[in-house]
T-cell receptor, first 111, second 113 residues
Framework: SQQGEEDPQALSIQEGENATMNCSYK?????LQWYRQNSGRGLVHLIL?????REKHSGRLRVTLDTSKKSSSLLITASRAADTASYFC???????????FGQGTRLTINP | GAGVSQSPSNKVTEKGKDVELRCDPI?????LYWYRQSLGQGLEFLIY????????KSGLPSDRFSAERTGGSVSTLTIQRTQQEDSAVYLC???????????FGNGTRLTVT
């Protein structure tokens, strides 16, 4: 089974609102990454947070990591129509090198 | 090149035929991954190459699937005796080193008829 699981599977909000997506994982990790995918093709890296970090910001993105709960959240503030995409979390488990992705959250921003 | 390049972008093949998918990673990237994605689903890990180490093949779904990476650069994913359930988008990604952000190609959409 996948290491990471996103929640919710789908999210639809109005432009300008904030969007929050969650990711849970099963084993201890080295780091956690978030990616965006448009049109079912290549993914684009958004942000990486290491296991010893608790929060990270990049523009309108805010990522938190709670290693005690084995969970992370991605917050997109002041959403725009262009943020419509699927968002995936990915983890590399401690002792392993491969990066494993979750099932993703499909985000729709309504104008 | 500026990014990860995959070819072909689309491939339609008949059930039972063999196919080869190619990935040109970013120059200097030591890590290379192959993933498979079915419509509306997440990414399924297939195989991972890191430098000269033995590849992690733990995600290959059957012995019909194989991959190689020649000279630490170009990689080829081969599917023998294709089945309809092999239909998916096959994504390749590379990174500077293990644990670094991945750079993805645009994928190869494989359709087995």
């Amino acid at each position: 089974s996948q290491q990471g699981e996103e929640d919710p599977q789908a999210l639809s909000i109005q432009e300008g609102e904030n969007a929050t997506m969650n990711c849970s994982y099963k084993t201890s990790i080295n780091n956690l990454q978030w990616y965006r995918q448009n049109s079912g093709r290549g993914l684009v890296h958004l942000i990486l947070i290491r296991s010893n970090e608790r929060e990270k910001h990049s523009g309108r993105l805010r990522v938190t990591l709670d290693t005690s709960k084995k969970s992370s959240s991605l917050l997109i503030t002041a959403s725009r129509a262009a943020d419509t995409a699927s968002y995936f979390c990915a983890t590399d488990a401690t002792g392993a090198q491969k990066l494993v992705f979750g099932q993703g959250t499909r985000l729709t921003i309504n104008p | 090149g500026a990014g990860v390049s995959q070819s072909p972008s689309n491939k339609v093949t008949e059930k039972g035929k063999d196919v080869e998918l190619r990935c040109d990673p970013i120059s200097g990237h030591t890590a290379l991954y192959w993933y498979r994605q079915s419509l509306g689903q997440g990414l399924e890990f297939l195989i991972y190459f890191q430098g000269n180490s033995a590849p992690d093949k733990s995600g290959l779904p059957s012995d019909r699937f194989s991959a190689e990476r020649t000279g630490g650069s170009v990689s080829t994913l081969t599917i023998q005796r294709t089945q309809q359930e092999d239909s998916a988008v096959y994504l390749c990604a590379s990174s500077l080193e293990s644990g670094s952000p991945l750079h993805f190609g645009n994928g190869t959409r494989l359709t087995v008829t």
